[in-house]
């Protein structure tokens, strides 16, 4: 797990109705627990406070210690500054108490006089996993403070020891750090306290995921995703156009390569054609569709493409030789489930529902979420990337983990909603996201936008509508 984790599981947790000051509660709590089973009571406790959660976290602490010891309350900055709701709350209450002695130390000229002596154990909850730089006044002068007692105070830091991964740290005995162990942590000791996160967070798909996938990266035109849709046949024009339509509302630009036969019956100005040659794709357009990928930062291959064998053909060549992440939809999957080794080597999302499972890997996933989810896992891995598995719950693994999206509705059973899904997992694989996240957060958006739709006009509405839909469920992800 890494630091980002933590900010996608707290929004995920929200999202499950585990409020942020249950987490804060049950962090404090631990804190307060670890060092009363390691010191034992009646401790003089000096606790120092950031104004972020990471304090709220020593406020929290500095209450449930001050049941048997006797506690002091640092804050270290301007308590005007203290940013969210649940460290505010928490901070007013210590205000009322007398039995916690609280000093606002406001600047560093407050804290180099400081004589820290009498304390057994001090508590950094200065910065934590939002630290951004080097650490900044007055919190470094609080930092180097506590250093003058390493190895006279017990000390103790909350989540991390402040500074990390800067070398102006805190000298820490160990840090109390919650549900589970950081990747990018090492140096020093870790005691793990849960906090109350259910098992689902490691598998539930939820906002969290999606607002970081949905950062934008940058200002200028284009630099914010160029997705190329290669898709359509002389039987089917519509496919490709809602896979583009749905994209266009998350990336820059979105071009669509189609036979030109179909492509004349596309009339939309946000969608840059670029029409091949005929009815249907074969091997003579290689070179130039291959050419249009390197203009895009990711490509969709497969709406409404057909299934001549010259089609099938094209799919598996361009599959070889293309260079940019993919996703491979609807018929392209049957090219591609008659030479499954073209993908050897790519970065792709395959997009199968379970029809299309049993095409490509010989079985059909059945039983409860977790059987499916171990199967869809075990192809993943021989196939070495992202299967999105479309279901009433669709199931995304990358072969090591697995993850699961519940939004959607029954009306989404109604013809082209995959090809909106193909859309919004290419846009965000044209805006840098990987291809897990990019399947998962595709699935979680398409399904919203569905249950969004559902809202308004009951369980029947057509693709189009839901295409339209994606930017209002974008919005409502960045404001939860
Ligand atoms: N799910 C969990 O693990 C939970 C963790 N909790 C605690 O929340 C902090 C993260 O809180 P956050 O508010 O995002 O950030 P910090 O408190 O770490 O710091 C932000 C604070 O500090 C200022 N700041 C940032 N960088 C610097 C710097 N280099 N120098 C000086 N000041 C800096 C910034 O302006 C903010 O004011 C996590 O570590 C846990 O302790 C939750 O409480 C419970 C769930
Ligand atoms: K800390």
Known sequence: MRIEDVYIWDINAKWLGINPYQLMENAGAGVARVIEERFGRDLRVAVFSGTGNNGGDGFVAARHLSFENDVTLFLVGDEAKIRSEEARHN???LKGLNFVKIKVLKDSAYIKSLDLGCYDVIVDALLGAGTKGE?????????EKINEYAGKAKIVSVDLPSGYPSNVRVKADFAV?????????????????????????YHLVGPGDAKFALRKKGEHKGQNGKLLVIGGSEDYFGAPYLTSKAAGYLVDLVYLAMPEYSAKRITDPDVI????????????HLGEVLKLAEKADAVVIGPGIGLAEETKKFVREFIKRCERPMVIDADGLKAVAEDLSVLEGKTFVLTPHAGEFKVLFGEKPEGSLEEKA?????KAGQIDGVVLLKGAYDIISNGRV??????????????????????????????????????????????????MLKEELGENFTALELAKKVPVAVKRVLEF
Request: glycine share 16%; proline share 5%.
């Open 177 to 201: 750090t919650f549900q589970w162990d950081k990747e990018e942590y090492e140096g020093f000791e870790r005691v793990i306290v849960k906090i109350g996160y259910p098992r689902e967070l």
């Open 402 to 451: 697995w993850k699961y999206n519940r939004t959607g509705n029954r009306g989404m059973t109604t013809g082209g909603t995959g090809d909106v899904l193909a859309g919004l997992v290419g846009a965000l694989l044209a805006l840098g996201n990987g291809p897990l996240r990019a399947a998962s957060v595709g699935a979680f958006l398409n399904g919203l936008a569905g249950d």
């Open 273 to 284: 054609l670029r029409p091949v040659e005929g009815r249907n794709f074969t091997g003579e």
């Open 374 to 378: 171990k199967l869809v896992m075990e």
């Open 135 to 143: 650490p900044r006044e007055p919190i470094r002068s609080a930092i």
């Open 91 to 93: 901070w007013e209450i």
